[in-house]
């Protein structure tokens, strides 16, 4: 029997609701002020532009979180991606450079996990010395000032690359149909009103609507990730090893397989979103990126993803990275004052933890509370 009032609770689906919230209130506001209209296909567009990359590390992130691991190096990651793309792109090609650039970032995954797996130092402190010693390389390589492609036609490729335009609307349609179904025979009423809201939103953009490729990118990694989490035996293994590990290692899973797994897999993500960066510039800078650890964690918290581990979403971290983004284009949109950003930016994420944390607790009181009514 489906439960209602959990499915479409604010610990379940808040994100949803502050989502929409917002976007109905910047709507308001820009109506109100006699700006364009907020909601046009270009500006929802250019919100899921600008959240991609945040997005691509956030869906990672998740997969990490839910093991019960962290990972503080992914912005420094990206970085370093970026650097070693710029700097051999021209010497080699594009699609040698971005092989090589996801290559170290895998490495560092591994070296990342290997250290907390085989040496036991806590995650957190691994990779907060990581951040710092991979930020250290990317200066190393960069000499300590910005690196640019210089030769036409690899920059073209590269632009070509990030910048390209997709049409979405019969792949949104289509998306929302599969999305239906698969919740009608599922019995899964979130994932019926996710495909509602897709198909509304495919209607409202009309047969034009083109999106830059990195929100294909993101939508497609998203889609990967939460198939395999969600009717996978190894996804359902990633969450028994963050739910309990040692409980996990006893039932026969191989913990350690795994928390690799996911810290090779937040590099690798991390070094895609780094090459993205490159192709988007064609040039990077020593401070490219520098605290976007913090967003994408934020993301993830925003989707309700538990920092104990045991417990998260793919789909609501991409909803937390676009409600972030929404809010800074609502500043930039209706030109409102850049001082107040951070500050509304911090109150949501931790209004957002509070509400899962009391969500959570109240669901472990109820039982508690019947068990003692029964006795």
Known sequence: MIDWRRTFGLREAGVYYALLLLLGVLAALAASRGLPPYLSSQNLGNIAYQASLVGIMGVAMTVMLI??????????????????LIGLAGQVGFVPAAVAALCVAAS???????????VGINAFIVTLGTLTAVRGLVLILTDGRSLMVEQPQVLSEMLAFESARVPLFWPLLALAAGLIALGAA??????????????????????????????????????????VLRFTVA???????????????????????????AFVLSSVAAGFAGILFGCRLGAINPTAL???????????????????????????TVVGALLLFTLT???????????YQGLIEGIVVVAAAAIYTIGADRRRARPAAAEEAAA
């Open 67 to 84: 093991t019960g691991a962290f990972d503080l190096s992914v912005a420094s990651v990206a970085a370093l991606a970026a650097a070693v």
């Open 108 to 118: 560092i995954g591994l070296l990342n996990g290997a250290i907390v797996q085989f």
């Open 186 to 227: 599922r019995r899964l009423p979130l994932t019926i009103a996710g495909g509602v809201v897709v198909g509304a939103l495919a209607l409202l953009a009309g047969t034009g609507f083109t999106v830059a490729a990195p929100v294909v990118y993101l939508a497609v990694f998203t889609a990967l990730v939460w198939f």
């Open 235 to 261: 996804g359902r293994r990633l969450y028994a090893v963050g739910g309990n590990a040692e409980a996990a290692r006893l039932s026969g899973i191989n913990v350690h397989v795994y928390r690799l797994g």
């Open 290 to 316: 520098q605290g976007a650890e913090l967003t994408v964690i934020a993301a993830a918290i925003l989707g309700g993803t538990s920092l104990f581990g045991g417990a998260g979403s793919v789909v609501k």
């Open 329 to 339: 284009n609502g500043f930039n949109v209706l030109n409102l004052g850049a001082n």
